[in-house]
Protein backbone atom coordinates (compact mmCIF):
# COMPACT_ATOMS: atom_id res chain seq x y z
CA UNK A 1 0.00 0.00 0.00
CA UNK A 2 1.20 3.22 -0.75
CA UNK A 3 2.29 6.04 1.70
CA UNK A 4 0.97 9.60 1.47
CA UNK A 5 3.91 12.36 2.33
CA UNK A 6 2.57 12.92 5.47
CA UNK A 7 1.95 9.52 6.23
CA UNK A 8 5.61 8.65 5.78
CA UNK A 9 7.24 11.62 7.80
CA UNK A 10 4.46 10.69 10.19
CA UNK A 11 5.75 6.81 10.64
CA UNK A 12 9.17 8.12 10.42
CA UNK A 13 9.09 10.17 13.56
CA UNK A 14 7.09 7.39 15.06
CA UNK A 15 10.04 5.00 14.42
CA UNK A 16 12.90 7.52 15.73
CA UNK A 17 10.56 8.25 18.87
CA UNK A 18 10.71 4.52 19.38
CA UNK A 19 14.26 4.01 19.20
CA UNK A 20 15.75 6.88 20.44
CA UNK A 21 16.77 8.35 17.16
CA UNK A 22 17.38 11.96 16.90
CA UNK A 23 16.66 13.67 13.46
CA UNK A 24 20.18 15.10 12.01
CA UNK A 25 20.28 18.67 11.75
CA UNK A 26 19.19 21.07 8.65
CA UNK A 27 22.13 20.90 6.63
CA UNK A 28 23.61 24.12 6.45
CA UNK A 29 22.53 26.54 3.27
CA UNK A 30 22.70 30.32 1.98
CA UNK A 31 19.28 32.33 1.61
CA UNK A 32 18.38 35.10 0.00
CA UNK A 33 15.02 37.59 0.87
CA UNK A 34 15.15 40.61 -1.24
CA UNK A 35 18.48 40.87 -1.87
CA UNK A 36 19.56 40.46 1.68
CA UNK A 37 20.64 37.07 2.41
CA UNK A 38 21.78 34.43 5.17
CA UNK A 39 23.84 31.23 6.65
CA UNK A 40 21.31 29.21 7.69
CA UNK A 41 23.06 26.51 10.28
CA UNK A 42 21.16 24.15 12.42
CA UNK A 43 17.60 25.68 10.82
CA UNK A 44 18.22 29.16 11.67
CA UNK A 45 20.34 32.48 10.94
CA UNK A 46 24.42 31.97 12.30
CA UNK A 47 26.35 34.86 11.82
CA UNK A 48 30.20 33.64 11.54
CA UNK A 49 32.55 35.47 14.33
CA UNK A 50 35.21 33.44 13.01
CA UNK A 51 38.89 33.15 12.97
CA UNK A 52 40.78 31.76 10.33
CA UNK A 53 44.35 29.50 11.17
CA UNK A 54 47.72 29.85 10.05
CA UNK A 55 48.31 28.12 6.19
CA UNK A 56 50.53 25.33 7.63
CA UNK A 57 48.44 24.34 11.00
CA UNK A 58 47.01 22.05 9.40
CA UNK A 59 47.92 19.00 11.03
CA UNK A 60 47.01 16.93 13.98
CA UNK A 61 49.46 17.77 16.46
CA UNK A 62 49.62 21.54 15.13
CA UNK A 63 45.69 22.44 16.77
CA UNK A 64 46.12 22.44 20.32
CA UNK A 65 47.92 26.12 19.39
CA UNK A 66 44.44 26.60 17.01
CA UNK A 67 42.04 25.56 19.29
CA UNK A 68 43.86 27.78 21.92
CA UNK A 69 43.67 31.00 20.22
CA UNK A 70 39.70 30.27 18.60
CA UNK A 71 39.30 29.98 22.41
CA UNK A 72 40.68 32.98 23.77
CA UNK A 73 39.06 35.28 20.71
CA UNK A 74 35.59 33.47 21.61
CA UNK A 75 35.08 32.71 18.28
CA UNK A 76 31.79 30.52 17.33
CA UNK A 77 33.83 29.27 14.29
CA UNK A 78 37.10 28.26 12.72
CA UNK A 79 38.46 28.49 9.45
CA UNK A 80 41.24 25.85 8.85
CA UNK A 81 42.82 24.46 5.28
CA UNK A 82 42.33 20.94 4.20
CA UNK A 83 45.56 20.20 1.52
CA UNK A 84 45.34 18.10 -0.97
CA UNK A 85 49.16 16.93 -0.77
CA UNK A 86 47.85 15.61 2.81
CA UNK A 87 44.98 13.67 2.08
CA UNK A 88 45.99 12.08 -1.26
CA UNK A 89 50.01 11.57 -0.70
CA UNK A 90 49.82 8.91 -3.18
CA UNK A 91 47.79 8.83 -6.17
CA UNK A 92 44.35 7.11 -5.20
CA UNK A 93 44.97 6.31 -1.58
CA UNK A 94 43.50 9.02 0.50
CA UNK A 95 44.39 9.94 4.40
CA UNK A 96 41.10 11.29 6.42
CA UNK A 97 43.25 11.18 9.81
CA UNK A 98 43.57 14.99 9.61
CA UNK A 99 40.23 15.93 8.88
CA UNK A 100 38.90 13.12 11.62
CA UNK A 101 40.99 14.72 14.46
CA UNK A 102 39.64 18.38 13.40
CA UNK A 103 36.29 17.58 13.36
CA UNK A 104 36.43 16.07 16.89
CA UNK A 105 38.24 18.64 18.59
CA UNK A 106 36.35 21.62 17.02
CA UNK A 107 33.12 19.78 18.41
CA UNK A 108 35.41 19.60 21.80
CA UNK A 109 35.40 23.00 21.69
CA UNK A 110 32.22 23.85 20.38
CA UNK A 111 32.80 25.50 17.28
CA UNK A 112 31.76 24.99 14.03
CA UNK A 113 34.06 24.51 10.78
CA UNK A 114 34.81 26.23 7.45
CA UNK A 115 37.40 24.18 5.82
CA UNK A 116 39.21 25.67 2.89
CA UNK A 117 40.19 23.52 0.04
CA UNK A 118 44.06 23.95 -1.03
CA UNK A 119 43.79 22.16 -3.92
CA UNK A 120 45.09 23.39 -7.45
CA UNK A 121 45.45 26.86 -6.47
CA UNK A 122 46.54 28.26 -3.33
CA UNK A 123 47.65 32.01 -3.52
CA UNK A 124 47.64 31.37 -7.35
CA UNK A 125 50.21 28.51 -6.78
CA UNK A 126 50.44 25.23 -7.05
CA UNK A 127 52.27 24.50 -3.61
CA UNK A 128 49.51 22.31 -2.14
CA UNK A 129 48.91 20.16 -4.66
CA UNK A 130 50.73 16.40 -4.12
CA UNK A 131 54.40 16.28 -5.45
CA UNK A 132 52.37 13.85 -8.33
CA UNK A 133 50.59 16.47 -9.68
CA UNK A 134 53.08 19.24 -9.27
CA UNK A 135 56.29 17.91 -10.82
CA UNK A 136 54.28 16.14 -13.54
CA UNK A 137 54.07 19.01 -16.67
CA UNK A 138 53.00 16.23 -19.07
CA UNK A 139 49.84 14.63 -17.43
CA UNK A 140 48.81 18.53 -15.38
CA UNK A 141 50.20 21.15 -17.62
CA UNK A 142 50.70 24.60 -16.47
CA UNK A 143 49.67 27.60 -18.06
CA UNK A 144 51.98 29.17 -20.71
CA UNK A 145 53.35 32.48 -21.31
CA UNK A 146 53.16 34.38 -24.38
CA UNK A 147 56.62 33.31 -25.06
CA UNK A 148 55.38 29.11 -24.68
CA UNK A 149 57.17 29.45 -21.57
CA UNK A 150 55.90 27.11 -18.35
CA UNK A 151 55.17 29.51 -15.74
CA UNK A 152 54.43 28.48 -12.32
CA UNK A 153 50.84 28.00 -12.31
CA UNK A 154 48.68 25.00 -13.26
CA UNK A 155 46.24 25.73 -16.33
CA UNK A 156 43.02 25.72 -15.95
CA UNK A 157 42.89 23.75 -19.01
CA UNK A 158 44.47 21.00 -17.93
CA UNK A 159 42.25 18.31 -18.24
CA UNK A 160 43.58 16.08 -15.95
CA UNK A 161 44.48 18.32 -13.18
CA UNK A 162 40.84 19.20 -12.83
CA UNK A 163 39.86 15.53 -12.96
CA UNK A 164 42.25 14.56 -10.20
CA UNK A 165 41.58 17.73 -8.18
CA UNK A 166 37.63 16.69 -8.62
CA UNK A 167 38.17 13.69 -7.53
CA UNK A 168 40.14 14.68 -4.27
CA UNK A 169 37.63 16.75 -3.61
CA UNK A 170 34.84 14.48 -3.76
CA UNK A 171 36.15 11.78 -1.62
CA UNK A 172 36.53 14.86 0.98
CA UNK A 173 33.11 15.74 0.72
CA UNK A 174 31.64 11.82 0.94
CA UNK A 175 33.80 11.44 3.86
CA UNK A 176 32.41 14.74 5.62
CA UNK A 177 29.39 13.45 5.20
CA UNK A 178 30.38 10.47 6.86
CA UNK A 179 31.31 11.73 9.73
CA UNK A 180 29.33 14.70 10.34
CA UNK A 181 26.09 14.44 8.73
CA UNK A 182 24.42 14.42 11.70
CA UNK A 183 26.24 16.86 13.61
CA UNK A 184 26.48 19.78 10.97
CA UNK A 185 30.33 20.55 12.23
CA UNK A 186 31.40 21.45 8.92
CA UNK A 187 29.31 24.76 7.91
CA UNK A 188 31.00 25.75 4.39
CA UNK A 189 33.40 25.42 2.58
CA UNK A 190 35.97 27.36 0.30
CA UNK A 191 37.43 25.70 -2.94
CA UNK A 192 40.44 26.54 -3.46
CA UNK A 193 42.11 29.81 -2.02
CA UNK A 194 42.92 33.24 -4.16
CA UNK A 195 43.20 31.69 -7.73
CA UNK A 196 44.45 33.90 -10.41
CA UNK A 197 48.08 34.59 -11.43
CA UNK A 198 50.51 37.48 -10.79
CA UNK A 199 52.34 38.51 -13.70
CA UNK A 200 50.48 36.79 -16.57
CA UNK A 201 47.42 37.63 -17.61
CA UNK A 202 45.72 33.93 -18.87
CA UNK A 203 47.02 30.94 -20.01
CA UNK A 204 48.48 31.17 -23.75
CA UNK A 205 49.10 27.42 -24.46
CA UNK A 206 47.48 26.30 -27.66
CA UNK A 207 44.22 25.19 -26.19
CA UNK A 208 43.85 28.01 -24.14
CA UNK A 209 44.43 30.10 -27.60
CA UNK A 210 41.76 28.24 -29.39
CA UNK A 211 39.47 28.59 -26.39
CA UNK A 212 40.07 32.46 -26.34
CA UNK A 213 39.38 32.86 -30.07
CA UNK A 214 35.83 31.45 -29.82
CA UNK A 215 32.32 33.46 -29.20
CA UNK A 216 32.15 34.51 -25.26
CA UNK A 217 29.47 32.28 -24.26
CA UNK A 218 25.96 33.37 -23.82
CA UNK A 219 25.54 32.90 -19.76
CA UNK A 220 28.48 35.49 -20.11
CA UNK A 221 26.95 38.03 -22.18
CA UNK A 222 23.86 38.06 -20.36
CA UNK A 223 25.62 39.14 -17.66
CA UNK A 224 28.82 41.03 -18.16
CA UNK A 225 29.14 44.22 -19.95
CA UNK A 226 31.89 45.22 -21.96
CA UNK A 227 33.50 48.46 -20.08
CA UNK A 228 33.79 49.84 -23.97
CA UNK A 229 31.33 49.71 -26.24
CA UNK A 230 32.46 47.45 -28.61
CA UNK A 231 31.08 44.13 -30.34
CA UNK A 232 27.69 42.84 -28.68
CA UNK A 233 28.61 39.22 -29.11
CA UNK A 234 31.46 37.06 -31.05
CA UNK A 235 35.11 36.85 -29.84
CA UNK A 236 36.47 37.75 -26.38
CA UNK A 237 38.91 40.16 -28.08
CA UNK A 238 35.91 41.32 -30.56
CA UNK A 239 33.50 41.89 -27.02
CA UNK A 240 35.90 43.15 -24.46
CA UNK A 241 39.07 44.69 -26.09
CA UNK A 242 41.99 45.16 -23.65
CA UNK A 243 39.56 43.59 -20.83
CA UNK A 244 39.57 40.03 -23.10
CA UNK A 245 42.81 38.21 -21.37
CA UNK A 246 41.86 39.09 -17.55
CA UNK A 247 37.89 37.93 -18.35
CA UNK A 248 38.56 34.84 -20.37
CA UNK A 249 40.88 33.88 -17.58
CA UNK A 250 38.23 34.61 -14.76
CA UNK A 251 35.81 32.33 -16.64
CA UNK A 252 38.23 29.46 -17.47
CA UNK A 253 39.08 29.80 -13.71
CA UNK A 254 35.54 29.82 -12.35
CA UNK A 255 34.55 27.32 -14.73
CA UNK A 256 37.28 24.88 -13.23
CA UNK A 257 35.82 25.49 -9.47
CA UNK A 258 32.62 25.00 -11.15
CA UNK A 259 33.21 21.44 -11.88
CA UNK A 260 34.58 20.71 -8.98
CA UNK A 261 31.97 22.83 -6.45
CA UNK A 262 29.57 20.85 -8.39
CA UNK A 263 30.67 17.17 -8.14
CA UNK A 264 30.97 18.15 -4.21
CA UNK A 265 27.89 19.35 -3.61
CA UNK A 266 26.27 16.69 -5.88
CA UNK A 267 27.76 14.09 -2.41
CA UNK A 268 27.28 16.82 0.11
CA UNK A 269 25.63 20.27 -0.86
CA UNK A 270 27.64 22.15 2.10
CA UNK A 271 27.83 26.01 1.09
CA UNK A 272 30.71 26.99 -1.01
CA UNK A 273 32.63 29.85 -2.12
CA UNK A 274 35.31 31.47 -3.50
CA UNK A 275 38.02 34.07 -1.83
CA UNK A 276 40.23 36.72 -3.48
CA UNK A 277 43.33 38.77 -3.18
CA UNK A 278 42.00 42.22 -4.65
CA UNK A 279 43.06 44.49 -6.96
CA UNK A 280 42.30 48.28 -5.96
CA UNK A 281 39.14 48.92 -4.90
CA UNK A 282 39.04 53.13 -5.23
CA UNK A 283 40.16 52.29 -8.94
CA UNK A 284 37.22 54.69 -11.25
CA UNK A 285 37.06 54.08 -13.68
CA UNK A 286 38.29 50.11 -13.79
CA UNK A 287 41.10 50.04 -16.10
CA UNK A 288 42.29 46.75 -18.15
CA UNK A 289 44.72 44.63 -15.82
CA UNK A 290 48.29 45.69 -15.87
CA UNK A 291 50.00 43.62 -14.00
CA UNK A 292 49.01 44.91 -10.57
CA UNK A 293 46.98 42.44 -9.32
CA UNK A 294 46.05 38.80 -9.80
CA UNK A 295 44.11 38.18 -13.13
CA UNK A 296 41.18 35.69 -13.07
CA UNK A 297 40.82 35.73 -9.44
CA UNK A 298 37.41 36.79 -8.69
CA UNK A 299 37.85 40.36 -8.00
CA UNK A 300 35.34 42.46 -8.01
CA UNK A 301 35.00 43.51 -11.69
CA UNK A 302 34.35 40.16 -12.59
CA UNK A 303 31.59 38.73 -10.32
CA UNK A 304 29.18 38.78 -12.75
CA UNK A 305 31.61 36.44 -14.58
CA UNK A 306 31.90 34.29 -11.77
CA UNK A 307 28.63 33.95 -11.45
CA UNK A 308 27.83 33.19 -14.91
CA UNK A 309 30.11 30.12 -15.15
CA UNK A 310 30.13 29.21 -11.63
CA UNK A 311 26.31 28.61 -10.33
CA UNK A 312 27.68 26.00 -8.01
CA UNK A 313 29.38 28.85 -5.73
CA UNK A 314 27.49 30.87 -3.43
CA UNK A 315 29.52 34.03 -3.49
CA UNK A 316 33.18 35.68 -3.93
CA UNK A 317 34.39 37.28 -0.90
CA UNK A 318 37.14 39.88 -0.13
CA UNK A 319 40.37 39.20 1.28
CA UNK A 320 41.42 42.21 2.84
CA UNK A 321 44.84 43.51 3.82
CA UNK A 322 45.17 46.92 2.94
CA UNK A 323 43.91 49.30 6.77
CA UNK A 324 42.99 51.96 4.59
CA UNK A 325 39.25 53.20 5.83
CA UNK A 326 38.28 54.38 2.32
CA UNK A 327 38.96 51.32 0.58
CA UNK A 328 37.73 49.17 3.46
CA UNK A 329 34.33 50.32 2.59
CA UNK A 330 34.95 50.53 -0.93
CA UNK A 331 35.27 46.65 -0.80
CA UNK A 332 32.98 45.90 1.15
CA UNK A 333 30.39 48.05 -0.99
CA UNK A 334 31.85 46.35 -3.93
CA UNK A 335 30.93 42.55 -2.68
CA UNK A 336 27.95 42.98 -1.28
CA UNK A 337 25.34 42.82 -4.17
CA UNK A 338 21.72 41.67 -4.41
CA UNK A 339 23.00 38.69 -5.69
CA UNK A 340 26.13 38.31 -3.93
CA UNK A 341 26.39 37.70 0.12
CA UNK A 342 28.84 39.58 2.01
CA UNK A 343 31.47 38.04 4.01
CA UNK A 344 34.96 38.85 4.91
CA UNK A 345 36.37 35.44 5.11
CA UNK A 346 39.94 36.54 5.33
CA UNK A 347 41.56 39.68 6.55
CA UNK A 348 44.38 41.14 8.75
CA UNK A 349 44.74 40.51 12.79
CA UNK A 350 46.58 43.82 13.43
CA UNK A 351 45.69 46.09 15.54
CA UNK A 352 43.99 48.62 13.05
CA UNK A 353 41.38 46.37 11.86
CA UNK A 354 39.93 45.51 14.80
CA UNK A 355 37.15 48.68 14.60
CA UNK A 356 36.24 47.01 10.89
CA UNK A 357 34.62 43.95 13.06
CA UNK A 358 31.80 46.30 13.56
CA UNK A 359 31.80 47.53 10.01
CA UNK A 360 31.53 44.22 8.94
CA UNK A 361 29.11 42.43 11.27
CA UNK A 362 26.80 45.80 11.54
CA UNK A 363 26.14 45.72 7.57
CA UNK A 364 24.70 42.11 7.88
CA UNK A 365 27.48 39.98 6.62
CA UNK A 366 27.19 36.53 7.09
CA UNK A 367 30.75 35.91 8.61
CA UNK A 368 34.01 37.82 9.40
CA UNK A 369 37.41 36.00 9.80
CA UNK A 370 40.61 37.80 10.87
CA UNK A 371 43.78 35.47 9.42
CA UNK A 372 46.42 34.33 11.51
CA UNK A 373 44.67 33.10 14.90
CA UNK A 374 46.10 30.42 16.27
CA UNK A 375 49.68 30.58 18.37
CA UNK A 376 52.32 28.93 16.17
CA UNK A 377 55.75 30.57 16.54
CA UNK A 378 54.85 32.67 13.17
CA UNK A 379 54.07 36.22 12.66
CA UNK A 380 52.79 37.78 8.93
CA UNK A 381 53.90 41.60 10.03
CA UNK A 382 53.94 43.29 8.65
CA UNK A 383 50.80 42.68 6.94
CA UNK A 384 49.56 41.69 9.99
CA UNK A 385 50.00 41.37 14.10
CA UNK A 386 53.35 41.34 15.13
CA UNK A 387 52.84 39.39 18.37
CA UNK A 388 51.39 35.79 18.28
CA UNK A 389 50.18 35.54 21.85
CA UNK A 390 46.63 36.12 23.51
CA UNK A 391 47.60 39.89 22.84
CA UNK A 392 46.96 39.38 19.28
CA UNK A 393 43.46 37.40 19.88
CA UNK A 394 41.99 39.65 22.66
CA UNK A 395 41.24 42.90 21.28
CA UNK A 396 38.74 40.41 18.79
CA UNK A 397 37.78 38.51 21.60
CA UNK A 398 36.51 41.83 23.28
CA UNK A 399 34.13 42.05 20.80
CA UNK A 400 33.00 38.40 19.79
CA UNK A 401 32.13 38.12 23.79
CA UNK A 402 29.35 41.05 23.30
CA UNK A 403 28.33 39.28 20.05
CA UNK A 404 28.14 35.54 21.06
CA UNK A 405 25.36 35.69 23.38
CA UNK A 406 23.18 37.63 20.67
CA UNK A 407 24.83 35.77 18.06
CA UNK A 408 21.44 34.19 16.45
CA UNK A 409 19.01 37.18 17.49
CA UNK A 410 22.07 39.62 15.35
CA UNK A 411 21.74 36.89 12.23
CA UNK A 412 18.11 37.22 12.10
CA UNK A 413 18.16 41.14 13.01
CA UNK A 414 20.84 41.58 9.87
CA UNK A 415 18.71 38.93 7.80
CA UNK A 416 16.12 41.13 8.33
CA UNK A 417 17.81 44.65 7.06
CA UNK A 418 17.81 45.96 10.70
CA UNK A 419 21.64 46.32 11.10
CA UNK A 420 24.12 49.00 10.53
CA UNK A 421 27.84 49.49 11.10
CA UNK A 422 30.22 51.84 11.53
CA UNK A 423 34.41 52.03 11.76
CA UNK A 424 36.29 55.38 12.98
CA UNK A 425 37.74 56.53 9.39
CA UNK A 426 41.30 57.63 9.12
CA UNK A 427 40.14 61.14 8.80
CA UNK A 428 38.72 60.58 12.37
CA UNK A 429 35.58 62.18 11.91
CA UNK A 430 31.92 61.73 12.97
CA UNK A 431 29.50 59.44 10.98
CA UNK A 432 26.07 59.28 10.03
CA UNK A 433 23.59 56.66 9.84
CA UNK A 434 19.89 56.85 8.10
CA UNK A 435 17.46 54.34 10.10
CA UNK A 436 14.19 53.79 10.00
CA UNK A 437 12.51 57.18 11.16
CA UNK A 438 15.97 58.14 13.05
CA UNK A 439 19.10 58.91 12.15
CA UNK A 440 22.24 58.07 14.60
CA UNK A 441 25.37 60.40 14.77
CA UNK A 442 28.87 58.70 15.87
CA UNK A 443 31.53 60.66 16.72
CA UNK A 444 34.95 59.75 17.81
CA UNK A 445 38.03 60.56 20.53
CA UNK A 446 35.30 62.26 23.07
CA UNK A 447 36.07 62.35 26.59
CA UNK A 448 32.73 61.25 28.05
CA UNK A 449 31.44 64.28 29.92
CA UNK A 450 30.44 67.64 27.97
CA UNK A 451 30.75 68.71 24.94
CA UNK A 452 34.28 70.12 23.05
CA UNK A 453 32.84 73.62 22.28
CA UNK A 454 33.04 73.65 26.72
CA UNK A 455 36.54 72.96 26.57
CA UNK A 456 38.08 74.47 23.90
CA UNK A 457 41.39 75.25 25.87
CA UNK A 458 41.37 70.92 26.76
CA UNK A 459 44.67 70.07 24.93
CA UNK A 460 44.07 66.36 26.10
CA UNK A 461 42.76 63.21 24.22
CA UNK A 462 41.37 60.19 25.65
CA UNK A 463 43.80 57.46 26.13
CA UNK A 464 43.55 54.54 23.82
CA UNK A 465 42.58 56.80 21.18
CA UNK A 466 46.01 57.73 19.04
CA UNK A 467 45.13 55.83 15.85
CA UNK A 468 41.45 54.85 14.81
CA UNK A 469 40.17 52.21 16.49
CA UNK A 470 36.50 52.89 17.62
CA UNK A 471 33.76 51.33 16.18
CA UNK A 472 29.34 50.87 16.13
CA UNK A 473 27.00 47.97 15.62
CA UNK A 474 23.56 48.73 15.66
CA UNK A 475 20.21 46.98 15.46
CA UNK A 476 16.93 48.30 15.12
CA UNK A 477 14.54 46.16 16.97
CA UNK A 478 11.63 48.04 17.16
CA UNK A 479 10.21 51.56 15.61
CA UNK A 480 11.95 53.28 18.48
CA UNK A 481 14.27 50.64 19.89
CA UNK A 482 17.88 50.09 19.31
CA UNK A 483 20.67 47.56 20.81
CA UNK A 484 24.06 49.13 20.43
CA UNK A 485 27.19 47.32 20.77
CA UNK A 486 30.60 49.22 20.76
CA UNK A 487 33.56 51.33 21.87
CA UNK A 488 35.75 54.11 21.99
CA UNK A 489 32.45 56.27 20.27
CA UNK A 490 29.85 58.85 21.11
CA UNK A 491 26.48 57.75 19.69
CA UNK A 492 23.58 60.14 19.67
CA UNK A 493 20.30 59.53 17.76
CA UNK A 494 17.66 62.47 16.81
CA UNK A 495 14.32 61.95 14.76
CA UNK A 496 14.35 61.91 11.06
CA UNK A 497 12.23 64.70 10.96
CA UNK A 498 13.70 66.25 13.35
CA UNK A 499 11.05 66.00 15.88
CA UNK A 500 11.70 66.60 19.13
CA UNK A 501 13.09 63.37 21.36
CA UNK A 502 14.87 62.25 23.96
CA UNK A 503 16.06 59.06 25.53
CA UNK A 504 13.15 56.72 27.02
CA UNK A 505 15.88 54.16 28.51
CA UNK A 506 19.18 53.09 27.88
CA UNK A 507 20.19 49.82 29.37
CA UNK A 508 22.96 48.24 30.00
CA UNK A 509 23.05 43.92 29.71
CA UNK A 510 23.60 41.34 28.07
CA UNK A 511 21.29 38.64 26.20
CA UNK A 512 21.49 34.87 27.67
CA UNK A 513 21.69 31.68 26.02
CA UNK A 514 17.68 31.55 25.64
CA UNK A 515 17.40 34.85 23.92
CA UNK A 516 16.34 37.01 26.92
CA UNK A 517 17.47 40.66 27.79
CA UNK A 518 19.49 40.61 31.39
CA UNK A 519 19.97 44.16 32.33
CA UNK A 520 22.51 45.02 34.38
CA UNK A 521 22.02 48.81 34.74
CA UNK A 522 19.78 52.14 33.43
CA UNK A 523 22.02 55.00 32.31
CA UNK A 524 20.59 58.53 32.99
CA UNK A 525 22.22 61.80 33.58
CA UNK A 526 25.82 62.02 32.91
CA UNK A 527 25.78 58.95 30.95
CA UNK A 528 22.91 60.12 28.74
CA UNK A 529 23.25 64.02 29.39
CA UNK A 530 25.76 63.89 26.08
CA UNK A 531 24.76 61.04 24.05
CA UNK A 532 25.89 57.51 24.94
CA UNK A 533 29.88 57.27 25.44
CA UNK A 534 31.36 53.94 24.44
CA UNK A 535 34.96 53.14 26.19
CA UNK A 536 37.61 51.17 25.11
CA UNK A 537 35.44 48.58 26.57
CA UNK A 538 32.80 47.19 24.15
CA UNK A 539 29.51 47.55 25.46
CA UNK A 540 26.40 46.32 24.67
CA UNK A 541 23.15 48.64 25.53
CA UNK A 542 19.20 47.99 24.81
CA UNK A 543 18.24 52.07 24.21
CA UNK A 544 14.30 53.13 23.91
CA UNK A 545 13.85 56.87 22.53
CA UNK A 546 10.29 58.92 22.62
CA UNK A 547 9.54 61.92 20.87
CA UNK A 548 7.47 64.91 22.63
Known amino acids: MKQTARQLVTSLSFLMAATGAAAAPDIPKIVEKDGRFALMVDGAPFVILGGQAQNSSNYPLALNKVFAAIKDMNANTLEIPVAWEQIEQVEGKFDFSYVDTL ?16 GTWKNTGANYAPEWVKFNNARFPRMLDKEGKSIYCLSPQGEETLKADKKAFVALMGH ?13 VQVENEVGTYGFARDYAPKAEALFNQPVPAAVLARKKSPVALAASGTWKQVYGDYADEYFHAYSIASYIEEIAKAGRAVYNLPMYVNNSQRDSLENPIKPWKGNFASGGPTYDVIDIYRAAAPHIDFAGPDIYGPDSKKFTASLNHFQRKDNPLMVPEMSNAPEYVRYTYQVLGRGAIGFAPFGIDYADYSNFPLGHKAIDKTMVEPFGKIYAAFRPMERQWAKWAFEGRTYGIAEGDDRQPQTVDMKGWKATISFREWQFGEREYFKNVKDLPAGTESPNGGVSIAQIGDNEFIIIGQRARVKIDHAEGKPSM ?12 GKWIMERNWNGDQTDYGLNLTGNPVVLKVKLGTY
Open 176 to 188: IKKIDEAQRTVIM
Open 503 to 514: WARVEEGRYDPA
Open 103 to 118: VAEARKNKVKLVLLWF
